[in-house]
């Protein structure tokens, strides 16, 4: 079996397993989300906090539990990695430094985990377990709720009641998260990952002397970090790491894992607004987005430009020969159109063209599918902003949902769209103007160009994945790509829930003769134009300057 078709054969696989799992799942998802019952553990989490589960909130209410959550979180897990040194199980290490500590606290609230830390060198059992798989789940938590905030927004009227932040929450981590995370980190294990919490051992022969290996709660992290769409890993070399991901079996399901919740979340969307062609409409926009993502990386990586790639089948150079081309391309893609920021190959060594294909799937907002919650959001705000652009083109108040898409929307919805590239381009210029951030390139000309634009586009973006070569672990990135993560993640929700309020006060329109379908091909089709054109007009001139430059020369 050649090489293209195995690749082709997985993708074909993935795609069956996703929609085995779509129904199901986002079906389920919607009754949690729109159930009155609170089980006995979350009843007591909320007398833990001092919250009232059953309290509806107006958009600002929810607003600042979001906020307040996640402050206390960055605290607590800048806290515990400045502690580290005293804490039983740090396997010996000393606690973080202050600027690292910052940037890996604000990435892991964030919902980004961005690494500028060999985490076998650096992170003990508690810091990994206790702290940063803990905000796995909560920052993914924290992402679903606000979708389903803005998802209530559309199908509730007359009210500016968005549900209860504190119980979406719960929710969102002990009925969805947690269940599926068991079960795949029991899979995990069958396929030999590790799951221990052993110390540091040294193992075997290497260059003339041993080799020394951290144990860990790998397994039940790896997991979360794919289904929460969060990234980060146990260790340096991430998804790459036999420890983590060790067969093209674990790759492939780690893949469906990172997929699984931001496409079933289109099913709960038309479950909750009482229209299930309105999901599908999202989920075709989302879908020919990824498939032609992946099939443009695939033939990017396959193709045979000169005698080393000739010789070895494609260009292999970064990637695990156990999981080959194609598998690596459809793991990258997934993750760069996710914010999951997991590898499992060094971006770095990709094509010109290719490493352009993972920092455009970044640049479009990471909404094909995006990330848990955040890609439903994302997609939501694109999807107003196309309504907008119809309505412009035939004279018509733009609608959506039996909701009037009136100045206030539009102005929330363009906010929300200029945020992250402002803050990519912004920290970019900066620190290429600047003399000493650009000492951290390890390469000159447009590829070190790119390893900086990925950077920040993987911190504001909230991905987390790094283009590699560039040396982070500096005052300078590890402060400004903290800051890029905390606002634009943090941001772009005050305007979703903001919209989300506005949306919830309005009365329905009834639907006309001249109303735009937005379940009809016709509009999917106008939706994946608004965001191509949108990201392109955006990003092009920095894209030019770096893989487009590189990959025209190569």
């Known amino acids: 079996m050649s090489p293209v078709t195995a690749g082709v054969l997985q993708l074909l696989a993935l795609i069956a397993a996703l929609a085995l799992a779509y129904r199901p799942l986002g079906d389920y998802m ?4 729109s159930s009155e019952k609170h089980y006995g553990p979350e009843k007591w989490i909320y007398k833990a906090v001092g919250a009232n589960p059953s309290a509806e909130m107006r958009w600002p209410a929810y607003l600042r539990g979001v906020l307040a959550f996640s402050a206390v979180s960055v605290l607590f897990l800048y806290a515990l990695q400045r502690a580290q040194g005293i804490l039983p ?3 010996g290490f000393s606690a973080i430094d202050p600027d690292q500590a910052f940037n890996s606290a604000a990435s892991f609230v964030a919902n980004t985990n961005w690494q500028s830390y060999y985490g076998e060198q ?3 059992h508690v810091v990994q377990t206790g702290g940063l798989a803990v905000q796995n789940f909560v920052s993914a938590a924290v992402g679903m709720a606000v979708a389903v905030a803005l998802v209530r927004g559309f199908a509730r009227s007359r009210t500016g009641e968005l549900g209860n ?5 719960v929710r969102g981590t002990v009925r969805i998260l947690l269940p599926i995370s068991v079960i795949g980190a029991i899979v995990l294990v069958a396929c030999g990952a590790i799951q221990n919490f052993a110390g540091i051992h040294e193992v075997g022969q290497f260059m003339g002397g041993t080799q020394q290996w951290n144990g860990g709660a790998v397994a039940s ?6 289904l929460g769409t969060n990234g980060g890993g146990y260790f340096n070399a991430n998804s790459a790491h036999p420890f983590e991901n060790p067969t093209p079996f674990s790759n492939l399901f780690e893949i469906f894992l990172i997929l699984l919740i931001p496409f079933a979340m289109t099913r709960t969307f038309g479950r909750m607004v009482g229209n299930l062609r309105q999901g599908y409409a999202i989920l075709a926009t989302m879908g020919v987005i990824w498939v032609g993502f992946t099939a443009l990386m695939m033939w990017t990586e396959f193709a045979h430009h000169g005698p080393a790639l000739q010789a070895a089948g494609g260009a292999m150079e970064g990637k695990e020969t156990r999981f080959g081309i194609g598998a690596s391309a459809i793991f990258s893609v997934a993750t760069t159109l996710t914010s999951t920021g997991a590898v499992n190959s060094f971006h770095s060594s990709y094509t010109g063209l290719g490493g352009g294909i993972q920092l455009l799937g970044m640049q479009l907002g990471e909404i094909a599918p995006g990330g848990v919650g955040s890609g439903l959001y994302g997609m939501l705000i694109m999807a107003i902003i196309a309504v907008f652009i119809a309505g412009l083109m035939v004279g018509r108040t733009p609608e959506y949902l039996g909701k009037k898409i009136s100045t206030r929307e539009i102005k929330l919805a363009a906010c929300y769209i200029l945020i992250t590239p402002a803050l ?31 950077a920040y586009t993987s911190g504001a973006n909230n991905n987390g994945s790094a283009f590699a070569g560039l040396n982070a672990d500096t005052q300078w990135f590890n402060s400004t790509i903290g800051i890029a993560m905390l606002l634009g993640r943090f941001l772009p929700m005050v305007f979703v829930l903001a919209l989300a309020g506005s949306l919830a006060e309005q009365k329905p329109v009834p639907e006309t003769a001249g109303t735009l379908r937005t379940d009809k091909p016709l509009y999917a089709g106008l939706l994946v134009g608004t965001i191509v054109i949108i990201t392109g007009l955006t990003y092009f001139p920095a894209l030019a300057l770096g893989p487009l430059a590189e990959g025209l020369a190569s």
């Open 165 to 169: 932040f504190w119980a979406d929450l």
């Open 221 to 226: 992290q790896e997991v979360i970090k794919e």
């Open 424 to 454: 990519v381009l912004c920290f970019t210029a900066a620190a290429m103007a600047l003399p000493t951030p650009g000492n951290s390139m390890a390469n000159p000309g447009a590829h070190g160009f790119s390893e900086i634009l990925y």
């Open 89 to 91: 199980g740090s396997l």
């Open 122 to 124: 650096a992170m003990g």
């Open 30 to 33: 919607a009754r949690v989300y």
